[in-house]
Structure formats: C-alpha cells, structure tokens
C-alpha cells in the first residue's frame, strides 16, 4: 500500500528557541511580582530563648543590658592603676582578690596590685591588668617589666553591644550564635513567628510510593520527598499530602484539605497547558491563576494560583526543574510569607571548569559543586537527571543573555547551604 504524501514539519535548529509571540516574563520579574503581590500571613507566638533555634523573630529585640554589662579583665593576672612606664616595677599586693561573679568590694590602695582573674569586675582602683606569666610574685609583692598601655588586658563595658541598643531585628532567623546575643544581652521569652505550615501534593497517574512494588510505566514519586525535606530544611513545617493520580476531582478534594491544613501548598506535576495537567487546570477554573512561563532552564512551566485563599506553587513535574523551581521562586516567596523578609541567595564568582555555550533569553541554573576551587557542572543538563541533583552541591546562575563560557571564566556559584538546605 502507498503511504499518503504528508511532508514532516520542518526541522528547526533551534529546539530550545522561544516562540514566537509567546511573552516569557524574566525571572527578575518573576520574583519582583511575587514580592510585590505577597506578604507575612503567619500570627506570632512566645517562646523560650532556648528553643527558639531557627525561629523567625516577630519583633525587634533591643539589648536590655549592655555587653560586657561592667570592664572585666580578659586574663588570669594582676590589677593596678596604668598605665606604667618602661623598665622594671615592684608593686604590693592588697589582700583579697576579683573572680567572675565573685567581685571585690572594696577600694585598692594607690600604688598596690590586687589578683584577678578572667572575667572579673575590675575593682575600684583597677583599669590595667599584667598576664599572670609576666610576673614574679614574691615576698606580698609583684615584680614584672613595663610598659603597660592603660586598660591593658581589660574589656570596656559596653564595648560588645551597649544596652538599649537593637540587638536583633524583626525578621531575622534565629542562629545558635544569636542566642548567644540574645542571652548576653538580657533576653527571655522571645516573640517569634508561628511556623509557616507547607504542604506538600505529587500528580500522575504514573508516581507509586517510594519502597512499594513498581509496574511497568510506574515510576517512583521522587519530588515528594525532596520536597518534604527541602520545606524542613529551609525550617518551615512540612505537610504530607500524598499522591493523586490524574484525576481532576481527586486533586479538587485534595487541593480543599491542603488549603485548609497549610499556609501555602506546593504540588509538582501537572503545571502545564496538556490534557493531565490537572494542576493548572483547576487553578485556572479558580480564576486566581498565573501560568508564569519564566525563562529559566530548567523551570517551566510554574503555575500560581490562590486556592481557597491559600497560594499554590505548581512546580514541574521533573525533579530538576522542580527542585530549581522550589529554590529560585518559593524559597524567597515562602520566607517572605513566614516573616523572615525577601532573601535573596547569595552566590560568590569562580572559575569554571567547564565549556558551555549559552543562548540568550533565559536564565539557567546548572547542577554544579566545587573542586579545586572550581565549578564543575553535571556532565547532564536533563531535567530528568536525579542523580545530578544528588550529585550537585549548589547552582551555577547564567545570567539571561548569550554567553560562551570557557575554563577559568568567573561564574556564579550559589551553594544549597544560601538557600538554607
Ligand atoms: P508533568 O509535569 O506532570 O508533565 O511531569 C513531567 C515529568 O516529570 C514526567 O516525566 C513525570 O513522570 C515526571 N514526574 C512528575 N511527578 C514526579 C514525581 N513526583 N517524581 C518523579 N518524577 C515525576
Ligand atoms: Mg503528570
């Protein structure tokens, strides 16, 4: 039988070329909207110092004392009034002595020394301090060799954070080395932000549970879990939604509990404009819908919309786009809707050590780690590629023009670590 005459459409050369009278919104865009149109929904909630680690502060923190709240000597030694002139000194001990938290009273005598050791109060009397293995105590006296500067060994009171200052401000999340700040300085109970709950929904009709048995054409939900971890990691409180096949009135449902139980919910799969894209399908039919076409590889498509006054960041269904999706766009959005502020991830310039020939019009993140004090990228740059992801450390951002990039040119390196993961 003869085959019908039907010419193929043409080859064209550029597969990855935008098309033509499509509007791709930059991903600076993208993100200057999402600030723009979002803002903190979470209430706030006491907490004691001691547990608010990863907390998000709710209100600016002033020092309610200062830091070192009195001078103190910063070594074991021997006080007196400074400063002394070069060359040889002998100097009587006064009885007693300054410990931490055990001070001496009284006044020390013109001319007399008095032991002292780290973190005292320095007593009346006392504004210099000579290292303990500077001296020869002998006979009620000190011997040792000048010169000392006045407030030699000492600390200013207030030299740290003077109190009444700001100590932390609204917005910030709590590190372990801010409470030690926070401590230092006088605080308690701390106002922090309730945590900003997300949950978490795969579609397709192909995912099974990770560990169960698989059929053919079944495969793994492989984003579930990544992003379940990622939302913990970032220190937002995850929410397991599960799975949903491809069925639009399942993820109806399923979109209504999600609503209810979390702040914002991120699902993956089914974003773009196809038959099982359920996603965006229901979105839309909401009417608060954007389907953003970000120029950004790997990443579209992104679908956005408010469910029940709830957002919704309908992620790819490719674990890499989801994943560079989830960094780029919903990690600042999220922070931003949990109290911390729009942060943007910061990334620092290295030589590549690698060849790649971009096109312009989008922005592309790269698999990428460090070596040598190089970026290398993932041999692959599919967006099906899992084990790259496991294999990267961080991103390499190509800004969105055309760029030949050649060994040792400069590229920017953004590790997981600035996104908080
Ligand atoms: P979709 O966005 O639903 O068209 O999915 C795009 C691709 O990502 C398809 O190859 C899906 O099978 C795959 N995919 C979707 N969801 C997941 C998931 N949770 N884990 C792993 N791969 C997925
Ligand atoms: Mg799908």
Redesign the pocket.
């Given at each position: 039988m003869s085959k019908p005459d039907i010419a193929p459409p043409p080859l064209r050369n550029d597969c990855f070329a935008l098309p033509a009278g499509v509007s791709w919104t930059p991903v600076d865009k993208a993100l200057a909207l999402l600030r723009d149109r979002l803002s903190v929904v979470m209430g706030a909630e006491t907490v004691p110092l001691a547990q608010a680690a990863g907390r998000i502060l709710a209100a600016d923190v002033y020092a309610q004392r200062s830091n070192p709240p009195q001078a103190n000597t910063a070594v074991d030694g021997y006080g007196f009034a400074g400063p002394v002139p070069d060359g040889p000194h002998v100097m009587p001990l006064q009885d007693g002595r300054a410990a931490a938290g055990v001070p001496f009273d009284g006044q020390l005598a013109p001319g007399h020394a008095i032991r002292i050791l780290t973190g005292a109060a320095l007593p009346d009397g006392v504004d210099t301090v000579i290292l303990e293995e500077d001296v020869t105590v002998q006979d009620g006296h000190i011997a040792f060799r000048g010169p000392l500067k006045q407030g030699a060994n000492t600390r200013n009171a207030g030299e740290d954070v003077v109190g009444g200052d700001l100590a932390l401000p609204a917005g910030r999340r709590l590190t372990p080395a801010d409470l030690a700040l926070l401590s230092a300085t006088g605080a308690g109970d701390l106002l922090v932000r309730k945590a900003l709950r997300v949950a978490v929904l795969?579609?397709?009709d192909?995912?099974v549970e990770a560990g169960e048995v698989a059929e053919p054409g079944q495969?793994?939900?492989?984003?579930?879990p990544m992003l379940l971890a990622l939302i913990q990691r970032m220190g937002f409180q995850p929410l397991d939604m599960g799975?949903v096949a491809?069925d639009r009135e399942t993820l109806r449902e399923r979109l209504n509990e999600a609503a209810k139980e979390a702040d914002v919910v991120l699902t993956?799969?089914?974003?773009?404009a196809?038959d099982?894209?359920h996603v965006s399908a229901l979105l839309r039919q909401a009417g608060a819908m954007q389907e953003w076409r970000i120029a950004l590889k790997p990443g579209r498509?992104l679908a956005l919309g408010i469910w029940d006054g709830v957002p919704v960041f309908g992620l790819?269904?490719?674990?890499v786009?989801?994943l560079v999706c989830t960094l780029i766009f919903a990690r600042p959005a999220l922070g931003l809707m949990a109290g911390e502020g729009w942060r943007d991830p910061q990334g620092f310039d290295l030589p590549a050590a690698f060849d790649k020939r971009k096109k312009p019009g989008r922005r592309e993140y790269l698999r990428a780690r460090i070596r040598d004090g190089k970026a290398e990228v993932f041999t692959s740059e599919g967006?099906?590629r899992?084990s790259g992801l496991s294999w990267a450390e961080g991103l390499v951002e190509i800004e969105d023009g055309a760029r030949h990039i050649q060994p040792g040119d400069l590229v920017r390196f953004i590790p997981y670590g600035s996104f908080g993961i």
């Open positions: 795969s579609t397709g192909e995912l495969i793994y939900d492989a984003n579930r799975r491809d993956s799969g089914g974003a773009s196809g099982e894209d498509p790819p269904g490719n674990p786009a989801a967006s099906g899992i």
